[in-house]
């Protein structure tokens, strides 16, 4: 009976070994299966589509991650960018102008006296010559007269000239031409009609000469800008402000010495490109980037390599095509599933 329940025994344990043995394969391979599937599944989710990386979503999982956009458009932009300004007081100009009009009213009583002194000068010189009564002593006081006018003619012209130097120096070459030659510039200036405009800019920052529109947008008054004329780049920096500044001028009073701020637009760097809305860009590896689908529910990542900000849009240069269906909605989503893939799971043997 012992031999009989030993043979038992062993037989019933030779059969749990091999059920083991059954089982444990069956796991194995089981394991297997699942990471080709895997493996399957992410090389037809990532794909590189014209050079770029393309992810891809289900039309259910688009649906449920709300993912939507908007074909694109060419478009022109015009480069705009804000700047302080301050409206000047026109002082300082009122008494160039009146320094240089009693200059001028002493360059012409000197010229005149020159003009007399030179003429008596010559007619005494031509007697002398002429053996007339006329002393040498005579002749000499007349030649000291005229010499004495013509070194206060040029005296009064040195200090115009010297007046002109310092007012290019303190209001460029433009203004100080207006008032030396009295044009409608400064004539519009002074009777109240214009106001003179102190534009500054941050350094690095430049305005061309042709070409640029300003406009001034007064507190209070934002919505109605008033248009700037160009004057002239300024020969200093504003005391307060700082950076490279420019001179203009509006054709309607301002107060003076209020600080504005101006809108300037150059219309000779007009860009052709695309507006897209913020949300349409994500970042990767210090890049903005956009989404455009494809017809096969493919999400193309690009990269948007020229472009410009503005409010809450922006203006890409280069980086995306007309008609792109640019993903507007659900961007931040589209990269977290694109990379999802790259992320090893917590599980994952090292």
């Known amino acids: 009976m012992k031999t009989i329940a030993n043979i038992l025994v062993i037989l019933f344990l030779a059969g749990a070994a091999l059920l083991l043995f059954k089982n444990i394969n069956t796991l194995d391979t089981n394991d297997i299966h699942t990471e080709s599937n895997e493996e399957d599944e992410t090389s037809a989710i990532i794909r590189i589509i014209d050079g770029n990386p393309a992810v891809y979503v289900s039309p259910d999982l688009q649906k449920q991650a709300g993912i939507s956009g908007r074909r694109t458009e060419k478009r022109e932009y015009q480069y705009t960018f804000t700047a302080r300004a301050r409206i000047l007081g026109l002082q300082p100009l009122v008494k160039l102008k009146g320094q240089y009009g009693r200059l001028r009213t002493q360059l012409s009583k000197a010229e005149a006296s020159l003009e007399v002194s030179k003429k008596e000068y010559q007619r005494l010189e031509l007697l002398h010559k002429d053996a007339a009564n006329i002393s040498s002593r005579e002749l000499q006081q007349a030649k000291v007269s005229w010499i004495s006018d013509k070194a206060e003619y040029e005296n009064v012209l040195n200090q115009i000239s010297s007046l002109r130097e310092s007012t290019v120096q303190t209001w460029g070459e433009v203004l100080a031409n207006s008032i030396f030659e009295n044009d409608s510039l400064i004539t519009g200036l002074l009777e109240g009609k214009f106001s003179l405009v102190l534009v500054t800019l941050q350094t690095g920052q430049s305005i061309p000469e042709q070409g640029t529109q300003i406009l001034v947008r007064q507190l209070g008054l934002e919505n109605k800008p008033v248009n700037a004329s160009y004057i002239s780049r300024a020969p200093y920096a504003d005391s307060v402000l700082q950076g490279p500044a420019y001179f203009y001028y509006t054709s309607s009073p301002l107060v003076a010495g209020t600080m504005i701020e101006v809108e300037i637009r150059n219309a ?68 977290s599933e694109e990379f999802h893939w790259s992320i090893p799971d917590e599980d994952d043997n090292p």
């Not at 990767?284 to 690009?302: I, L, N, Q, S």
């Not at 410009?308 to 989503?333: K, P």
């Open 268 to 335: 000779s760097e007009l860009k052709a490109g695309f507006y897209i809305p913020e949300s349409a860009v994500v970042w990767h590896a210090d890049r903005p980037w956009a989404y455009v689908k494809t017809g096969e529910d493919f999400f193309v990542r690009k990269e948007l390599r020229k472009h410009l900000v503005t409010d809450h849009e922006w203006f890409v240069e280069e980086g995306l095509e007309a008609n792109d269906y640019v993903i507007t909605s659900g961007a931040q989503m589209l990269l």
